[in-house]
């Protein structure tokens, strides 16, 4: 039976806090908005990190904020790795989390659906 905390997901849940407080702070380019991070998937062997990250009143395209965010996940190790005791800090790669524009999508056409004439009128 596996452990109801697992490792990788304990030290998945430290890096999205510390990544949250320094995204802010490394990030300073002021298109990309309120930068938050939605998640951190680990690899078991725990080398590798997909952070996931959205953004809030940015004007920079997703793609443009991964590439930013990306270019310095370098300095995010090396910060991660003096805030975290770990013998290997794992890569980071950064993705764009669409999980909220997705249920907007599905919000908008469910009550579209829900109108008296099932959304056929518009």
């Known amino acids: 039976m596996p ?15 510390e990544l ?5 702070r490394v990030l300073e380019d002021p ?12 690899s078991k062997d725990l080398s590798h990190a997909r952070v996931f990250v959205s953004s809030l009143g ?10 930013s965010l990306q270019h310095a996940s370098g300095f995010m ?12 800090m794992p890569e980071l790669r950064f993705q764009y989390d669409e999980t909220e524009e997705r ?12 109108t008296p ?3 056929k009128g518009s």
């Open 3 to 17: 452990k109801e905390f697992q490792r990788s997901t304990r030290v998945a849940e430290q890096i999205q806090r």
């Open 20 to 24: 949250a407080g320094m995204v802010g």
């Open 31 to 42: 298109r990309a908005g309120m930068v938050t991070v939605t998640a951190v998937q680990l």
């Open 58 to 67: 940015g004007s920079l395209t997703h793609q443009e904020l991964v590439q």
């Open 77 to 88: 190790r090396h910060e991660l790795g003096r805030a975290m005791k770990l013998r290997i």
């Open 103 to 114: 249920a907007a999508r599905l919000e908008a056409l469910i009550a579209k659906a829900n």
């Open 117 to 119: 004439d099932g959304g």
